[in-house]
C-alpha cells in the first residue's frame, strides 16, 4: 500500500473574521470523509479586523492549520503565491477563498478529477446571484480582450478555486514576475486541465474587498504581463493614419498634375500633411514598442519552459 498523499488548501484572508469559522467547519467536515494527510495553509493577508486571532486560535487547537501572517495588505495573489509556495511537499494544492463564496463541498469532486489524470482542476463558476452588472460586463469584456491579445486559452468565469498538482506548483514557484495574476500565471504554464462547474453564491459575509479600483489594476497587469498588444496599437494606428492621408495626399497631388485642376484650399492640404507626419510619430512609437516588448518579456523573466516530467529508461 502506498502511502497517504498529502494535500494543502491554500486560502488568502483579508478581512474575514466573520467566515473563517465557518469555513473552518467546513473544511474540516470534508476533510473527515477523504483518506488524505490534510493541511490548512490560511495567509492572512494584513487584515485589520480579528481574522488574526480567529486564524491563531485555530491553528492553536489544531495542528493541520498553518497561518502565514503578512506584514501588511500584499493582495490576493500574492497571498495565494506564498500559499502555493508553503504548500511545495504537498501532492496536491487546492486554493479557495474565505468568504465562502467558493463551496468546500467541491473538494471531493475536485480530487476525483486529479485522481484521474488532470495536473489543474480548474472551477466555473456558472451563476453568480446578485452580482452587479457593472461588474459582469466588466468580468466579459476581460475575458474576451485576455483571449484576443494574450492567445492563451483563457475559458471564462474560470475562478480561483482550483487544484494544482504538486508538478504545477512546483513549476509555479520558478516564475519570478512581481506584478503578477495568480491564476494568469498557472494557465500560461499549461499542463493537464479538467474543468468543474459550481453555481456561486453572493457573499455570505462582508463586503467584496476587492474594489472596483482594485479589480482595474488586475486587469491592467494581466494585459501588461500577458500581451504586448496594447503597445503596438499605436504603431498599426499610425500605419493606418499615414496611409489613409498620404493617399489623400497623392489624390491632391495627381488631380493637379493630370487634369491641371487646384481644388483645395492651402488649409486642406496643410491638414492632409500634418494627419500624415502625426501618422509617422505614431509608428515611430510603435517602433519603440516593440523594443520595449523586448525589454519586458527579459524582465518579467519567466521560465523558458516547463517540463512535465522526465523520462529516461537507460540512465
Ligand atoms: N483577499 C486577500 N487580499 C486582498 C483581497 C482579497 O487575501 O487584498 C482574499 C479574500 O479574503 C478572499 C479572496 O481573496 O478570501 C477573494 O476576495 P474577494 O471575495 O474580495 O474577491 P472576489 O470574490 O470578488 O474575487
Ligand atoms: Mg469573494
Redo the contacts with the bound molecule.
Keep these: 500500500m502506498d502511502t497517504v498523499k498529502k494535500i494543502s488548501i491554500v486560502?488568502?484572508?483579508?478581512?474575514?473574521d466573520r467566515s473563517i469559522t465557518k469555513l473552518y467547519s467546513r473544511l474540516e467536515s470534508i476533510a473527515a470523509e477523504l483518506p488524505f494527510q490534510w493541511e490548512y495553509i490560511f495567509?492572512n493577508?494584513g487584515s485589520s479586523d480579528n481574522s488574526f486571532m480567529e486564524l491563531k486560535n485555530l491553528a492553536m487547537k489544531d495542528r493541520k492549520v498553518k497561518v502565514l501572517d503578512f506584514s501588511r495588505?500584499f493582495?490576493?495573489e500574492i497571498?495565494l503565491t506564498a500559499g502555493a509556495h508553503e504548500s511545495q511537499e504537498s501532492d496536491a494544492t487546492i486554493c479557495i477563498?474565505?468568504?465562502l463564496?467558493h463551496p468546500p463541498e467541491l473538494i471531493p469532486t475536485l480530487i476525483k478529477k486529479w485522481e484521474e489524470g488532470a495536473e489543474v482542476v480548474v472551477t466555473i463558476r456558472t451563476e453568480i446571484a446578485k452580482q452587479p452588472l457593472l461588474r459582469r460586463l466588466g468580468s466579459n469584456i476581460y475575458y474576451w480582450l485576455m483571449r484576443k491579445m494574450s492567445g492563451i486559452d483563457l475559458k471564462a468565469k474560470t475562478t480561483d478555486f482550483r487544484l494544482y498538482d504538486k508538478k504545477v506548483i512546483k513549476a509555479f514557484v520558478r516564475t519570478t514576475e512581481r506584478e503578477r495574476m495568480f491564476r494568469g500565471i498557472m494557465d500560461w504554464m499549461g499542463f493537464r486541465r479538467s474543468y468543474v462547474e459550481f453555481k456561486a453564491d453572493a457573499?455570505a459575509e462582508g463586503e467584496?474587498?476587492?474594489s472596483y479600483g482594485k479589480l482595474w489594476r488586475l486587469a491592467v497587469n494581466s494585459f501588461t504581463a500577458f500581451s504586448l498588444w496594447p503597445l503596438r496599437l499605436a504603431g498599426y494606428l499610425g500605419v493606418f493614419i499615414s496611409t489613409i492621408s498620404g493617399l489623400l495626399f497623392i489624390w491632391m497631388l495627381a488631380n493637379y498634375l493630370v487634369f491641371n485642376i487646384w481644388i483645395y484650399t492651402p488649409l486642406a492640404m496643410t491638414v492632409v500633411i500634418n494627419t500624415f507626419l502625426i501618422g509617422i510619430v505614431l509608428m515611430a512609437l510603435g517602433l519603440v514598442a516593440l523594443y520595449v516588448g523586448i525589454i519586458h518579456t527579459e524582465v518579467i523573466n519567466r521560465p523558458l519552459y516547463i517540463v512535465r516530467q522526465k523520462i529516461s529508461y537507460h540512465e
Aim: glycine content about 4%; overall charge negative; cysteine-free.
Design positions: 486560502v488568502p484572508v483579508f478581512n474575514e495567509v493577508d495588505n493582495g490576493k497571498a477563498d474565505a468568504d463564496q457573499r467584496a474587498a476587492y
